[in-house]
C-alpha cells in the first residue's frame, strides 16, 4: 500500500464550499465505482477555509496516468469532474489543466 497527499483550492465563496462539501455527501455510486477500479483502497478529502487536503491509500502498483486515462473514457466521472471544477481553483503553481497537485512528505515520525 503507498498514501498520496493532495492539495486543492476551492473557490473562497461560503455558499460555493457549502454546495461542494454537500456534493461530497452524496458522491455519485459511478464516481465511488471509478475510484475503487483504479487501485484507490481508501480516501479521505479534509477542508480548512477553502483549502483541501486529499489522503489516498493506493494499491501498491495503482498509476496516476492510468486513473487519468481512465477518468477521460468514463463519461460519468467527466461529468462529475466538471461539476467539481465550478466549485473548485488551481494552486497557483498548477500548471494548466492540473487540478490536484501532489504533496511532498517532508516528516514523520515512527
Not at 66 to 83: I, T
Request: charge should be negative; proline fraction near 5%; aromatic fraction near 10%.
Amino acid at each position: 500500500m503507498k498514501k498520496h497527499c493532495l492539495a486543492l483550492d476551492l473557490k473562497d465563496d461560503p455558499k460555493l464550499i457549502a454546495e461542494y462539501e454537500l456534493h461530497h455527501q452524496n458522491t455519485w455510486p459511478e464516481v465511488q465505482a471509478s475510484i475503487l477500479e483504479s487501485g484507490i483502497e481508501e480516501m479521505e478529502i479534509y477542508r480548512t477555509q477553502n483549502r483541501l487536503f486529499m489522503i489516498m491509500v493506493t494499491r501498491d502498483d495503482f498509476d496516476f496516468s492510468r486513473k487519468a486515462e481512465m477518468d477521460k473514457s468514463n463519461p460519468k466521472v467527466q461529468e462529475w469532474e466538471h461539476l467539481m471544477w465550478s466549485y473548485q481553483k488551481a494552486l497557483p503553481l498548477a500548471k494548466p489543466g492540473e487540478k490536484w497537485i501532489l504533496m511532498e512528505q517532508i516528516f514523520k515520525l515512527s
